[in-house]
């Protein structure tokens, strides 16, 4: 019997949240699965968010080589992009699946559009993705009561009805059979840890809804636990995990202190600025419209608010002129500040010979930012994009990376502030590190195997198919889970080079796309 793989994303799941909710009888049987199998600690990628952590963990490389940064890309008249599957520059595990005769479900993995349509895949798109695609579409009576819901749907009655029809929908695929590997992501820990954080953490009575949809997903977990065949491995793992902060650094005003942003001063800068906030209103308002239990009209609008936001100019969003500025962070969810180049912009101040200079220069100034009451640095990390990634897409990256100490209860923004550091209201971010549980007969009961990083799954799972690994991974195989005994540990590991192949298939898929 061959062996397969079937890896549950519980999407900004920490274990201090999950230890709170399994101690709680809230999601038991994944407590069980934790007694019985092997758990780690994994590390997210820089920053920790989902497009680049999700990225590595599917493709067993540093975002360096695989381009993703951020949900958004960064073109070089200052506008932005949604990233979509087109940005991604590696091959993942369900296209080397493809690549090697394996059939793959994979479903809600980011940036899954467009995809390569193959008989080897069955897809049902990401919720970022411009509208709903499944594929093969003969599929579609199994998946007929998958709804998308928005992530700010969380608070609403209809969030739950939802959650159940995709449950009931990514069964009957499951049950469907005739797959090496399964994959679904659930959004919703993400969305409900940025909305209910401190309820959860404190057991306030406003976390019921969220209670009941982790226990919707722990009956699934148990479900597949359940009715795992004889060579299943069973992987829950998240791409990062959550904190509390309540301070915040204004990474922009500190570096407008230092003369490399300028703020915007000009009648011409402010009318443009009013216009585009004037645009931006109206799609949020048509958004909330949606959003508030009318499914047929969110169905309607989804794609054409898509393309809005995808085409909007975000230098003009902001109370900052990226193009006069010299260096800047973009936008909140970014962990990163850009240097503005004349070898990445088209109208960039600063030449190229300059740039190491500005780039050190920063580095110092954050590095010697300290909190005049506690002296506790606000960054837990700072370093240039060449230390912080490897690989031929480096040069994508903003050129200084910083990760804020959230651990001390430091967050960052990117918005104007009289102030460097402020003291706010308590919210929640994503921090460093998420969870990993494998559960299967050759594994080690109750190993802990310690911290990990986000491409070491790859590996770990091409090689317990019996697959070749990538020859470029940067992540290792976790032999140490599994049995001193077993097959899968005796097995030596095997390399391939899969890109070549694959950039094949992506650009005859990029040409279709396009047209």
């Known amino acids: 019997m061959k062996n397969r793989v079937i890896m549950i994303g519980l999407d900004g799941l920490s274990w201090h949240i999950l230890n709170k909710l399994v101690d709680r009888n809230i999601m038991p049987n994944l407590g069980r699965i934790i007694d019985h199998g092997a758990k780690g600690i994994i590390r997210s990628t820089i920053p920790p968010t989902t497009a680049p952590a999700w990225t590595s963990i599917t493709s067993g490389v540093n975002p360096g080589k695989h381009g993703v940064f951020s949900f958004q890309r960064l073109n070089s008249n200052y506008d932005t992009k949604l990233a979509n599957s087109l940005t991604i520059m590696h091959p993942r595990l369900h296209e080397i699946l493809m690549l090697s005769g394996y059939k793959s479900v994979v479903i809600n993995l980011p940036l899954s559009y467009p995809f390569i349509k193959s008989k080897k895949t069955t897809i049902v798109t990401d919720w970022l993705a411009p509208s709903l695609k499944i594929h093969p579409t003969n599929i579609k009576n199994l998946v007929s009561s998958y709804h998308l819901s928005p992530p700010w749907n969380v608070d609403k009655t209809k969030f739950l009805s939802d959650l159940e029809g995709r449950i009931d929908a990514i069964t009957n695929l499951f049950e469907y059979g005739g797959w090496d590997l399964f994959f679904v992501l659930f959004s919703e820990p993400d969305w409900m840890m940025h909305l209910a954080y401190d309820a959860i953490m404190h057991d306030r009575k406003n976390a019921t809804r969220i209670y009941r949809a982790f226990n919707l997903l722990d009956k699934f977990i148990g479900y597949i636990a359940k009715n795992l065949e004889r060579n299943d491995l069973l992987i829950t793992l998240s791409d990062h995990g959550f904190a509390e902060f309540n301070k915040v650094v204004y990474v922009n005003t500190i570096l407008s202190y230092a003369g490399l942003v300028n703020k915007r001063i000009s009648i011409k800068q ?72 004349n070898r990445i912009f088209k109208s960039g101040l600063v030449e190229a010979e300059m740039e190491q200079k500005i780039q050190n220069k920063v580095i110092k100034i954050l590095k010697g930012l300290r909190d005049p009451k506690t002296k506790d640095p606000p960054f837990s990390y700072i370093g240039r994009r060449e230390d912080t990634y490897w690989g031929p897409y480096v040069r994508r990256a903003p050129h200084v990376l910083f990760i804020p100490n959230i651990e001390a209860g430091y967050g960052h923004s990117s918005l104007p502030s009289p102030k460097i550091l402020d003291e706010v209201k308590k919210s929640s971010c994503h921090s460093m590190y998420g969870i990993l549980i494998a559960y299967e007969k050759a594994i080690q009961r109750e190993i802990d195997l310690g911290i990990l990083n986000t491409y070491d799954i790859t590996p770990t799972v091409l090689h317990y198919l019996g697959l070749s690994v990538p020859f470029d991974t940067d992540g290792k195989i976790l032999f140490n889970m599994f049995t001193k005994d077993s097959e899968v540990r005796l097995r030596p590991a095997k390399m391939k080079n899969y890109i070549e192949r694959w950039k094949i298939a992506r650009y005859i898929t990029k040409k279709t796309y396009k047209n």
């Open 270 to 341: 402010e009318t443009i600025l009013k216009k585009k906030y004037k645009k931006t209103y109206w799609i949020l308002k048509c958004m909330n419209t949606c959003i508030h239990g009318n499914a047929s009209l969110w169905k309607i609008l989804r794609k054409p608010l898509w393309k809005i936001l995808d085409s909007i100019d975000v230098s003009n969003l902001l109370s900052y002129d990226l193009r006069s500025s010299k260096t800047f962070l973009l936008t909140q969810i970014d962990s990163g500040v850009y240097i503005n180049s």
